[in-house]
């Protein structure tokens, strides 16, 4: 079992993808920490404890960055609705743990040999806690990323949100010399919410947190905007990737991300190698899209 911890800022898809990770014995989640990303801290640190608190587990919540490094916040309430879960309302959650997230994450790599690192959101928390004690970087196990893109932008016509949102930091991870593995809206674009996807999730039974689930993803519409059939299940993706490698095929290659100007937030992709450059990423790019909502379905089911 992966001793890990999951920076997210739930969101529609980082609440699927805390209840596959919380819902698998691969992965024995430790700690989530919060930052403000696709709705305000405040809202992304409720749903998270609501999220964590329907599995009935005692994952410690820890609320972090408000905002980037550098630069101003901007949310993502188009796609995540004004509370971040698309307007589903889930019970209050146990009271987050005092604390700060940089914090945290520090605390558990000091206590353990090895942990695996999972953002699904800015990457603020993960920089602040290895750039304020780089020493241990050597326990990061391996670092799960859903960010950037090798094309085109969802938040501007050059960056994906989570890259976007905080571009320095991500810099900051991808430099840090432990492994990294990038889940890329190319990647996520291929595991489409359809409604004969949720139909067969609901089939599966299971109780309040599959509910919860279903009722989510029946909430997002599709993204047509980007000519999606279905809206695109993003960050599980990068939890699933520590659960079943054999769901992806992946090459390594060297990512760049542009800090500054009108493509602030891009990750330039070096796939077909014209850089020079070492790679410095493991980028997922073809998804098993029937076993990955197979495996989410047989995992939710499995939670109260
Ligand atoms: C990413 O941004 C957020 O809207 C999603 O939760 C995902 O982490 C996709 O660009
Ligand atoms: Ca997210």
Known sequence: RRVCLIDTDPGTDDAVAL????ASPELDVRLVTVAGGNVGLSHTLRNARAIVGLTGRAVPVVAGAEGP????????????????????????GPPATPGIAADAIRALLRAEERVTLIGIGPATNLALALATEPA??????????????????????????????????????????RPVTLATLELTAQALVTPDRIAALRA???????????RIMGSVPPSRRFGHRGHPLHDPCAVAWLLDPTLFTHRDVHVHVEC????????VVDRWERSGQAPNARLLETLDAGRFFALLTERLAALP
């Open 69 to 92: 490094l550098l630069g101003a916040f901007r949310s993502e309430t188009q796609v995540h609705g004004a509370d971040g879960l698309a307007g589903v309302a889930l019970p209050e």
């Open 19 to 22: 209840w596959l990770a919380l």
């Open 204 to 214: 599966a039974g299971g109780g309040a947190c599959l509910d919860a689930a279903a």
């Open 136 to 177: 241990l970087v050597d326990r990061v196990e391996e670092i799960a990323l859903m960010t950037g893109a090798w094309a085109e932008g969802n938040i501007t016509p050059s960056a994906e949100f989570n890259a976007w949102s905080d571009p320095e930091s991500l810099a900051m991870l991808l430099e840090c010399g």
């Open 260 to 267: 500054a100007g009108v493509a602030r937030g891009r990750t």
